[in-house]
Structures are given as structure tokens and as C-alpha cells.
């Protein structure tokens, strides 16, 4: 069974830094994009940053270009999302979702999702 494994989350101040962790165990890494989406309360669920596993395009939202890094360890089969400079309006429960095919942004394209992982950035 396909399980998506999100940790690495806390509370943090602003300008600090956290990386989180999408651990895949069953995956074949090759044929799947893992994305990394966030939810503040009271907003939305959005994107923040996708990878293809295979040859390891990714794709950022604007709003965190520059700041976040989104890498891939196949051997462990594991995404990370490194934040950098970690702002106010990063606070939100980040998931990691999983799809086939080429790089997406949108929830809907994406079929399985991992439970989330909470971030706190206090000024």
C-alpha cells in the first residue's frame, strides 16, 4: 500500500528555518510527482512546491520561490521541502500529495495524500 509520511514540522520564529520530510516507503520512485501543499486556517488549501521523482523537475509558487528548496533522495525514497527565511504567512499545515504524469499544481490532480504536518512561525 502507498503511504505518504509527512514529518519535520514545529514552531519556529520568523527568518528561521525547517525542513520537512515526505517519506514514501512503497513508492517506485521514477514514475510519480510528489507536491507539497499548504493550509492556513481559514484559507484555502495551495500549492507550495512539486517534484517529479523520476527526472527531478520541480515547480514553486511565487509566493515561496527563492526561499524554499524542494529536493529528492531516491534511495530513501523521501521529498523534503527545505524553508528558509520562514515568514508570519507560512504558518499553515503542510501535506504532501501524490500523482502520476508530469508536474501539476492543481488539488484536484493529485490522488494521495499524506496526513499533514503543522508549522508555526511566531514574530
Known amino acids: 500500500d502507498v503511504q505518504l509520511q509527512a514529518s519535520g514540522g514545529g514552531l519556529v520564529q520568523t527568518g528561521g528555518s525547517l525542513r520537512l520530510s515526505c517519506e514514501a516507503p512503497a513508492l517506485t520512485f521514477g514514475d510519480y510527482v510528489i507536491a507539497w501543499f499548504r493550509q492556513a486556517p481559514g484559507k484555502e488549501r495551495e500549492v507550495v512546491a512539486c517534484i517529479h521523482t523520476g527526472p527531478g523537475s520541480k515547480s514553486y509558487a511565487l509566493s515561496v520561490k527563492g526561499r524554499f528548496t524542494i529536493s529528492k533522495d531516491s534511495s530513501r525514497r523521501t521529498v523534503y521541502l527545505q524553508m528558509n527565511d520562514l515568514k508570519s504567512e507560512d504558518t499553515a499545515v503542510y501535506y504532501c500529495?501524490?500523482?502520476?504524469?508530469?508536474?501539476?499544481?492543481?488539488?484536484?490532480?493529485?490522488?494521495?495524500w499524506g496526513q499533514g504536518t503543522e508549522v508555526t512561525v511566531s514574530s
Open positions: 500529495a501524490l500523482r502520476n504524469g508530469d508536474i501539476a499544481t492543481k488539488i484536484s490532480e493529485y490522488f494521495f
